[in-house]
């Protein structure tokens, strides 16, 4: 990030008390255009609350949240999508009835139906191809198009739900355990199609798997207790002692 450049997200000081709990203690976060960030740390460490402070689902006690300059603290889930920012949909949102195009084509525009009049032009059609194109491209499901919800591997459906997400063309985008309840082979694509996505959208991602994590961001923050344990680039997390004990030590014992 260069000196001068306002961050795309500038978390500042965030805090979320839940009664007397603090889930989330002054967290500081700030990440640029196109970069990925994951957030480890054991359980009950406050990943999701931060998260949830992201995308606006929960409201900050004390600290900010702001999005390319502008304050969003207080902005509810919608108006923070509709300024770029966006989370993965869940399978549970999938029609298993329509093919995946469709499903495309639906997220899309349910996007749209504010942007566009509700009878589309050439033009739009054609855009919304480009769009439906790209993000089944990205998320490796261009062979897939035609084929119902139904009929996907249970990868190729959470793969799908990646690419709804990019529909929106979001600027950044929240990944809540991408890989969780997938076989070692389809991680293995879930990875190379986030690996994939460098670049052109930032990234926050949780991910218990802390190898595949590694493998897939700039740039880790590990949380413990609610706060910041250590920060730092994928070959500096991997050798720091404070995180072996606390999150690979963990794994070792289990
Ligand atoms: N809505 C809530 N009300 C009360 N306490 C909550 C709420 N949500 C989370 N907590 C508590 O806040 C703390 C942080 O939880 P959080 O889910 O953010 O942790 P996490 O790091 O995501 O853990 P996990 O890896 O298990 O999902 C935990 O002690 C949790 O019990």
């Given at each position: 990030m260069s000196a001068t450049a306002a961050p795309l997200l500038d978390v500042r000081a965030v805090s979320i008390h839940f009664g007397a709990l603090r889930a989330v203690d002054a967290v500081s976060l700030r990440l640029a255009a196109g970069e990925r960030v994951a957030i480890l740390g054991p359980n009950g460490a406050g990943k999701t609350t931060l998260f949830n402070a992201i995308t606006g689902t929960i409201r900050a006690t004390r600290g900010q949240v702001l999005f390319e300059g502008a304050d969003i603290t207080r902005a509810p889930p919608n108006a923070r999508a509709h300024r770029g920012i966006a989370r993965t949909f869940q399978i549970?949102?999938?029609?298993?009835?329509?093919?995946?195009?469709?499903?495309?084509?639906?997220?899309?525009?349910?996007?749209?139906?504010?942007?566009?009049?509700?009878?589309?032009?050439?033009?739009?059609?054609?855009?919304?191809h480009e769009v439906v194109d790209s993000a089944l491209e990205r998320c490796h499901l261009h062979t897939k198009r035609h084929l119902l919800v139904r009929e996907l591997s249970y990868g190729e459906q959470r793969q799908l739900e990646l690419a709804m997400s990019l529909t929106s063309s979001p600027r950044l985008l929240l990944l809540d355990e991408p890989a969780a309840g997938l076989s070692p082979a389809e991680r293995v694509v879930m990875a190379q199609v986030i690996r994939g996505l460098q670049g052109s959208v930032a990234l926050v991602l949780?991910?218990?798997?802390?190898?595949?994590?590694?493998?897939?961001?700039?740039?880790?923050?590990c949380?413990?207790?609610?706060a910041v344990l250590v920060e730092g680039k994928p070959d500096e997390i991997r050798g720091n002692e404070k995180v072996q004990e606390i999150y690979l030590g963990r794994r070792r014992r289990a």
């Open positions: 549970t949102n999938l029609f298993f009835g329509l093919s995946v195009e469709e499903n495309l084509l639906l997220a899309l525009r349910g996007l749209l139906r504010s942007r566009f009049a509700v009878w589309r032009d050439g033009r739009a059609l054609g855009a919304e949780i991910e218990h798997d802390i190898d595949l994590a590694l493998g897939m961001v700039d740039r880790v923050v949380m413990a207790q609610g």
